[in-house]
Structure formats: structure tokens, C-alpha cells
């Protein structure tokens, strides 16, 4: 079955709302890297979080391993902010990181 | 700061034509990743290279494909020979090993 399961598929906001993303996991963990994948299809990292809780701007990553889980916070969305966010699960032993079918987000002004 | 050139950014080829998509990994690397992207879909592994080997494959990397970095210099994936369902976007992504790996911005592939 589907190792990373990203929810919601899709959201909708309006601009200065905030956004929680999860993506949870059936497989033990190595990485968790969280991505803004671009409308022309460009992938931007954003975190690279095994575990615990980053912070960039207004963005915040926080891995639980043990409950499996990996979430993406937006505070104060803005309409820059539409787009599709992946999250990768990297295994054990250096095996290539899987992706999730990502969560398309829209922000309306 | 460093990293993954993918060369051309778009490619046309007709249907059963060889291509060769380049990838130009981060020079002091050493695991080496192509995934592939059809249109609106998932993103999806298809191979992880190291060591001059294939270390571990996906069900979409088909008997058509294959990978090679010959003496260090590009990391390349070539199909042989192409089918229309070969039509995506080709990323490809280099890592040091427990870091987070670097993607280029990826090939468009059109197969025609």
C-alpha cells in the first residue's frame, strides 16, 4: 500500500487564514523533507525534518515519529502561498524518499 | 549555494526514438535519484544510483530504461526505446546520504 499519505488532497483559504497540511506514514523513518512544488513544476525545499518541530518565516514543520506523522503549518496565509505541497519520506539505509500526492493548496485574496 | 542542473529543460522525441536525459549532480555527491512526474499526477521514484550500481529500483523503471554516471560526470537516464506513456517530467536528485537530497528543476519529456 500507499507508504505517505498526504491529507487534505485540497484546501481552499481565504488570504490571512492558516493552514495545517499532514502527512502520515506507514514505514519506520530516515527523513522527512517537506516541499513547495512551483505551477511550472519546480520543486522548493522547504524542511528537512526527521523529527521535532522547525520553524521558517511564517512556516512550521513538526515530525512525530512515534505517532508516525509529519505536519506543515501556514500562518497568515497569502495567495503566493497557492501551489502543491509534497511531503517525502526517506527510509532506512539511505532508500530513495517517497512521495506523497502532495495537497494543493488555494488561497483566495 | 549548490545545485542540480538538468539538461535540456524540455525535450520532443518521436516514439521509439533513444533520449538521453543529463542530470549534473552537486560535484561532491554520492547517492543519485530519478523520479518521474506525469502531468497532474504523483510524484514517483523510479531508481537510486551508487557506487556505479543500481541500488534499489521501482516497478516503473522498465527493461527500457537505464542509468549510468561514467567517470563522475553526468548522471544520465536513458530510454530505449520511448512509448508514449514516457511523456512526464524527469527529476532528478543527488544527496550525500543522510541529508536531505537536492532536486534540479527537472526535464519535460514529450514523446510524440
Known amino acids: 500500500g500507499q507508504q505517505v499519505q498526504q491529507s487534505p488532497a485540497s484546501l481552499v483559504l481565504q488570504e490571512g487564514e492558516n493552514a495545517e497540511l499532514q502527512c502520515n506514514f506507514s514505514?519506520?523513518?530516515?527523513?522527512m523533507q517537506w516541499f513547495y512544488q512551483r505551477p511550472g513544476g519546480s520543486l522548493v525545499s522547504l524542511f528537512y525534518?526527521?523529527?521535532g518541530t522547525k520553524h521558517s518565516g511564517r512556516l512550521t514543520s513538526t515530525t512525530v515519529i512515534k505517532e508516525r506523522r509529519s505536519s506543515l503549518h501556514i500562518s497568515s496565509s497569502q495567495t503566493t502561498d497557492s501551489g502543491t505541497y509534497l511531503c517525502?519520506?526517506?527510509?532506512?539505509?539511505?532508500?530513495?524518499?517517497?512521495f506523497g500526492a502532495g495537497t494543493k493548496l488555494s488561497v483566495k485574496p | 549555494g549548490p545545485k542540480v542542473l538538468q539538461i535540456p529543460s524540455h525535450q520532443i522525441i518521436d516514439m521509439g526514438q533513444m533520449v538521453t536525459l543529463n542530470c549534473d549532480p552537486v560535484?561532491?555527491?554520492?547517492?543519485f535519484y530519478w523520479y518521474k512526474q506525469i502531468l497532474g499526477q504523483q510524484m514517483e521514484f523510479l531508481v537510486n544510483?551508487?557506487?556505479?550500481?543500481?541500488?534499489?529500483k521501482s516497478k516503473l523503471f522498465k527493461d527500457q530504461f537505464s542509468v549510468e554516471r561514467p567517470d563522475g560526470s553526468y548522471f544520465t537516464l536513458k530510454i530505449q526505446p520511448t512509448a508514449l506513456e514516457d511523456s512526464a517530467v524527469y527529476f532528478c536528485?543527488?544527496?550525500?546520504?543522510?541529508?536531505?537530497?537536492?532536486f534540479g528543476e527537472g526535464t519535460r519529456l514529450s514523446v510524440l
Open positions: 536528485a543527488s544527496s550525500l546520504g543522510n541529508q536531505a537530497p537536492l
Open positions: 514505514t519506520s523513518l530516515n527523513s
Open positions: 525534518n526527521p523529527s
Open positions: 517525502a519520506l526517506g527510509g532506512r539505509n539511505n532508500n530513495a524518499p517517497r
Open positions: 560535484s561532491n555527491h554520492l547517492y
Open positions: 544510483f551508487y557506487n556505479g550500481k543500481v541500488m534499489e
